[in-house]
């Protein structure tokens, strides 16, 4: 009498312990291995890698970065980005012209 009473105690242990093992076994199983996700994604990695390596490299080489601010394109971009975010100065009359 003394096994089926521990059995009962473990009940949820054990239920619990199945469970993970057959979740594991049939990931195991059924997921497709990493290798077969690299062979598929692998074109959009690179590009992606290639896409980040290219604004980093831009962003650092910029000259943008190293004018004065007296440039007059700079007042130009300000403009812009004044048009698009709808703060527009009323006392431009004129349209934007680069």
Do not use: C, N
């Not at 910029?62 to 007296?70: E, P």
């Amino acid at each position: 009498m003394e096994i089926p009473e521990k059995l009962v105690k473990l009940k949820y242990p054990v239920i619990l312990a199945l469970t993970l093992s057959l979740s594991l076994s049939a990931l195991i199983l059924f997921v497709p291995s990493f290798l077969t996700i690299l062979t598929y994604f692998w074109p959009l990695l690179l590009s992606t890698a290639l896409f980040l390596f290219a604004v980093v490299f831009f962003g650092k080489t910029s000259s943008h970065h190293a004018t004065s601010g007296s440039d007059p394109a700079d007042k130009a971009d300000e403009v812009i980005l004044d048009y698009v975010a709808g703060q527009a100065d009323p006392t431009h009359s004129r349209h934007l012209e680069v």
